[in-house]
């Protein structure tokens, strides 16, 4: 096969596997900015769902037990934001960032405190990760030309979040638009005093809301710790968060938009990694921090070029007091 295919579908591959926390961090984001609630604390709770589940995991041996620990600890994350915005009512954006530096502080301070290895958590081994997984058939069409390399390197080989990430994307689309929970959810987002004359608890449907991104988030950290890598590392989230708060705003606060932002950002990054060393002719080698740079540089110019254009739920980031 030829080697420029080989190596658009090795970038593609990288692609998947790079975007999966920002795809589930993405779904987080629109269930709970759909119900009306501004979720910056995205960073946060992947941050910290990632320190839970390579925590868990490490102590268990168990991925799952990790993926649960990070479950969790994310959605108590998440209620924290949801008790300071939805029960008092307070900024959106301050509770977020408040949540962001919780997380990162008390992740390096846990990780000091527990294992004594400067804020990581010992390596992870054997059943205490997500090993890849083979699809059925992946080695009897690894010979067929494309289609073969297709099934076999860019499908096949994933670990399990990798395909509960792009499972989600469906999923939440579905709940959003064909159940009477993502009706009264968007409805809520757009004009909570019609939703509460209806007899619909506001807050209750912004809670259930704001636990929806909590699970979203954790299996979006536990993917980093216990699926890409092997251990927990001080900040290893890196701006993911924003990155897929960047992504679903670009995306209109919609699943499928918002997947493919997520997708375009991970291509960046899989590029910044396979173009590093590389000449091309009358421009010569690109520097590595240009491309690496690239993926954070590209959120900068989506929200400031199409945040005026993408219309965000009419009521987001304002408080609902009841009438009497």
């Not at 390096?108 to 090993?131: C, E, I, M, Y």
């Not at 997708?263 to 491309?291: H, W, Y």
Request: charged fraction near 10%; hydrophobic fraction near 50%; proline fraction near 4%.
């Amino acid at each position: 096969m030829d080697d420029t295919l080989l190596l658009l579908i090795s970038t593609l591959d990288s692609t998947l596997r790079v975007s999966t926390p920002l795809i589930l961090c993405a779904m987080a984001g629109i269930f709970s900015e759909r119900s009306g609630i501004i979720d910056i604390g995205l960073e946060g709770k992947l941050l910290a769902g990632a320190f839970a589940a390579a925590a868990g995991a490490a102590v268990s041996g168990s991925a799952f037990i990790g993926l649960g620990a990070a479950i969790i600890t994310s959605i108590m994350m998440a209620l924290l934001h949801g008790f300071a915005c939805i029960t008092h009512r307070g900024n959106h954006v301050v509770s977020g960032l408040a949540i962001n530096i919780l997380a990162s502080g008390l992740t390096v301070t846990l990780g000091v405190a527990w294992f004594h290895k400067g804020g990581q958590t010992p390596n992870l081994s054997g059943d205490a990760r997500f090993s890849p997984i083979t699809l059925p058939g992946a080695e009897t069409f690894a010979d067929i030309p494309l289609l073969g390399h297709v099934y076999t390197e860019l499908l096949s080989g994933h670990n399990l979040l990798v395909y509960v990430a792009f499972l989600a994307v469906p999923i939440t689309w579905w709940i959003l638009y064909k159940t009477r929970f993502g009706l009264r959810l968007r409805a809520v987002g757009e004009n909570p005093q019609a939703v509460d004359t209806a007899g619909i608890s506001v807050a209750f449907l912004r809670y259930r809301a704001v636990i929806c991104a909590g699970i979203l988030c954790g299996i979006a950290g536990a993917y980093l710790s216990t699926g890409q890598n092997a251990a927990f590392g001080k900040e290893m989230s890196a701006g993911q968060g924003y990155i897929a708060l960047a992504a679903m705003i670009f995306g209109k606060w919609k699943p499928l938009p918002g997947l493919l932002a997520c997708l375009l950002f991970g291509f960046l990054d899989a590029m910044a990694v396979r173009l590093q060393g590389v000449s091309f002719p009358g421009i010569g080698e690109i520097p590595v921090q240009f491309m690496q740079a690239l993926p954070y540089a590209l959120t900068v110019i989506l929200l400031a070029g199409f945040i005026g254009k993408a219309v965000a739920p009419k009521a987001i980031g304002n408080p609902y007091v009841k009438e009497r």
